[in-house]
DNA sequence: TGAATATGCGAGCTATCGCTCGCGTAGACA
DNA sequence: TGTCTACGCGAGCGATAGCTCGCATATTCA
């Protein structure tokens, strides 16, 4: 157990067979990591799970870290693609509907696969190529911070500062709120009162 | 590997020695998953790190689930007890200074033993007894929505929904800002520009 | 059609895991 | 001092992990 030697990709798939494979492998990964858990989520299983061998797996992804790594990358895609093409629809618009245009966002993006997530997040170490995990939310306030900087009707303060507290605020309270499955009222309020947290923080008075 | 079973206590330290082996072995835990991670913490790693022999571990611990359980334990006791005491102190006091009490109290808290607390909240699953971290949060959450109910200086919402998006936002800006390791300027504009964000949203204005 | 290549297979290797159990030793009490 | 019990030890068990490798089959292309 736990070897992690290679990382890099080992095969590319040239063929359409060798991509459905792929696409199995990586779906059944999602699949097991969210009814197992991480650890209890081995190779053998998940190749089972895909309705194929572990010779297999292996021959497209070098390790279980390579593999989890690329399920993480497929997932981070899927939620910040959406984020950050509404971060620039908004970026001209009044304060108020950009921010709850971006909340809204937020929401949308964390109900994509919201078990998985919650797995990826609570319980893969983050060594290695996982550590992505935690380069998307510097990069996610890089664009916040610059977002800020480019307005001038907002309060003065180190923008990083801001950003800072803005995403990991942001993040925390979409995140907490789907992965308690709050009822759909429920999280209507936290939307609106997480809108109002921002429009009251971000506004000079 | 992993089966399980028991999750109670096995036996009880009635001599000195004992306690401190039981000590010894909670610390070696710790030290052991802030090194190697969670699921590089065998049970034997940890005996041989606390100088002690792999079935006086378990004659203590019957299993590692109830180990990291008691571990999970003692950290969160740690934590809460500073927050909570700080919170009955302040509960009648100007709300700016509450608040930026309470703030310094969160981040005093997680500065008890930071990287312990990033693995156990990062890697640790929460199944079985380890559910505890998060029915914490839910704790904590009860406590401040009743703090804000006993206010009449507040804006009127749901307290509960306040509460959620309060805790959430603070644990998170605090717990990012420790984690990322932010120099102590920086951290000091972190909270100072969190506290204006608390301010802002509960005043009623 | 046949050679070359891409893809798929799964028995099985080694390492390590969580954990048991039989036995030796230190301390308490008579 | 002898006895009883709390405490400590560590070889080793069964299970399972990640992963390899030799071979079979499908596809492409001449």
Chains 1, 2 share one sequence.
Do not use: W
């Not at 991509?19 to 209890?40: E, F, M, N």
């Not at 010779?55 to 899927?78: C, M, N, T």
């Not at 550590?131 to 916040?144: A, K, P, S, Y």
Request: charged share 25%; hydrophobic share 45%; with cysteine.
């Amino acid at each position: 157990m736990a070897r992690r030697v290679r990382t890099t990709a080992r095969k590319k798939p040239r063929q359409e067979r060798s991509q459905a494979t792929v696409d199995a492998i990586l779906s059944a990964t999602a699949r097991v990591l969210c009814t197992t858990g991480y650890d209890r989520a081995s190779t053998n299983r998940i190749a089972l799970h895909a309705g194929v061998s572990i010779g297999s797996l292996y021959q497209y992804f070098p390790s279980k870290e390579a593999l989890v790594a690329a399920l993480v990358e497929r997932h981070i895609d899927q939620m910040t693609s959406l984020v950050k093409t509404k971060l620039a629809e908004v970026a001209a618009t009044p304060l108020p509907l950009a921010v709850r245009t971006m909340i809204q966002a937020m929401f949308d993006a964390h109900a994509v696969d919201p078990k998985l997530h919650k797995v990826l997040i609570e319980e893969v170490p983050r060594v290695g190529r996982l550590e992505r995990l935690t380069d998307v939310e510097r990069q996610v306030q890089g664009l916040v911070a610059a977002f800020i900087d480019a307005r001038r009707d907002l309060r003065k303060a180190p923008a990083h500062a801001i950003a800072f507290v803005l995403v990991h605020a942001v993040e925390a309270v979409t995140h907490a709120a789907v992965v308690d499955e709050l009822p759909a009222p429920r999280a209507q309020e936290v939307a609106e009162e997480l809108t109002h947290l921002v429009l009251r923080y971000l506004s000079p008075g």
